[in-house]
């Protein structure tokens, strides 16, 4: 891999400069979907695909930027405001602008981003441009920033520059995942807990549904207006900063408060799923592959049911992947609306799983599903030939 970026960098900017690699992680989520953005838990680990950055220095004051997926370049002069469209660009050129105004100086740069993540599957892609970008910018402006402080920068600048609501789940997971753990982050202390995963008769695989979805879109902002209405009807009766601090027993006692099924429905998904966080940081930890398997279980029906976020597709795929070989449990992955499940599957099943599914699920739909095996890897780093 490192040949080829090298080779394709110098091809790309004419150059025989030798870039500097950096690599991002794609993210999986265990359990505790749409928590960040509630003040929840969520409990997300490092997938070992993600994407790589290969980065040199320019003698101007341009930033340029190449997708090798898109195969597509753009160029923007870091002394003006930048341009008002939107655009995949976007993602990188924020990430380094805000790095930027860290380092107060500007500094030209070449980008050339190379992708293994299925773009649009709910596996960060997004994220993980924009933290690597961010390191990379970090580097060559001689920032110091911790992964916290990488994740809160990256966070913003998704918020700010790119107009996508995240939360803290995608960038803490990518900057700050540890190899062999699942990070147990607490979305409104911030606080992490690095859990040690041990599973040595279970594993995690991502299906890519071939299905897309688009955060920005109204779905999305709807659940997360959804929340917020019910946080201003639950905190004059409850003392909660944030919907994920209300229990599923008092908001069971209030629920005539909020009136709206729906609303409420949202509710009970956010305070549910956290309870499950907690159980399911203890499963990985001590070992209890089928009590994880229930657990997940759980999620997808609150997903599916409370929260509303599957779609015919996902449903179809997840009864094929629960009937595939040596399959516990299969959950939506991601905020839903399309994108990928996630599987508990006996270890060594691995390739009947991934034949039976993309058999059954390609008869079924026509859609050619991707698998990805969910290992633990590490946060995002620049990349060092020892």
């Known amino acids: 891999m490192r040949q080829h970026l090298v080779d394709r960098y110098r091809k790309v900017f004419v150059s025989q400069d030798e870039p500097e690699l950096f690599f991002s992680p794609g993210r999986f989520n265990v359990i505790g979907e749409h ?30 930027i190449y997708s090798t997926y898109l195969n597509e370049t753009r160029q923007l002069d870091l002394r003006l405001p930048p341009p008002a469209e939107a655009g995949w660009w976007r993602y990188a050129a924020g990430a380094v602008l805000a790095v930027s105004n860290r380092a107060e100086r500007l500094q030209g740069m070449n980008l050339l981003l190379h992708s293994t993540l299925p773009v649009g599957a709910g596996l960060s892609s997004s994220a993980s441009v924009t933290v690597g970008c961010a390191l990379a910018a970090a580097h060559f402006l001689d920032v110091r920033l911790t992964c916290t402080e990488t994740a809160l920068l990256c966070k913003k600048s998704e918020n700010e520059f790119v107009g996508v609501p995240c939360g803290y789940l995608d960038p803490f997971a990518v900057a700050c995942c540890r190899k062999g753990h699942a990070l147990l982050l607490d979305c409104s202390l911030l606080h992490q807990e690095h859990i040690p995963v041990h599973l040595p008769d279970h594993e995690f695989v991502v299906v890519d549904s071939g299905t897309r979805r688009h955060l920005i879109e109204a779905p999305f902002r709807q659940r997360f207006d959804e929340c917020r209405w019910a946080l201003q009807v639950l905190e004059r009766l409850l003392p909660a900063q944030h919907l994920a601090d209300v229990s599923p027993q008092d908001l069971r006692r209030v629920r005539h408060w909020i009136g709206d099924d729906v609303v409420y429905r949202r509710a009970r998904h956010v305070v549910t799923e956290q309870w499950r966080v907690a159980a399911a940081a203890e499963c990985l930890r001590y070992g209890k592959g089928h009590e994880l398997a229930r657990l997940m279980r759980a999620s997808h029906a609150s997903l599916r049911d409370c929260f509303e976020v599957s779609t015919p597709e996902l449903e179809r795929l997840a009864s094929l992947m629960q009937a595939a070989p040596g399959c516990l449990a299969t959950r939506i992955s991601g905020a839903g609306f399309g994108g990928s499940m996630l599987s508990l599957i006996e270890r060594g099943m691995y390739e009947a799983f991934c034949e039976t599914v993309h058999h059954s699920y390609r008869q079924a739909t026509g859609l050619e599903p991707g698998f990805l095996r969910a290992s633990f890897g590490c946060g995002a780093y620049r990349y060092t030939n020892g």
């Open 35 to 64: 928590l960040d953005y509630n003040g929840g838990q969520v409990l997300p680990g490092a997938l070992e695909a993600g994407t790589w950055i290969a980065a040199g220095l320019r003698p101007d004051e341009q930033l340029v």
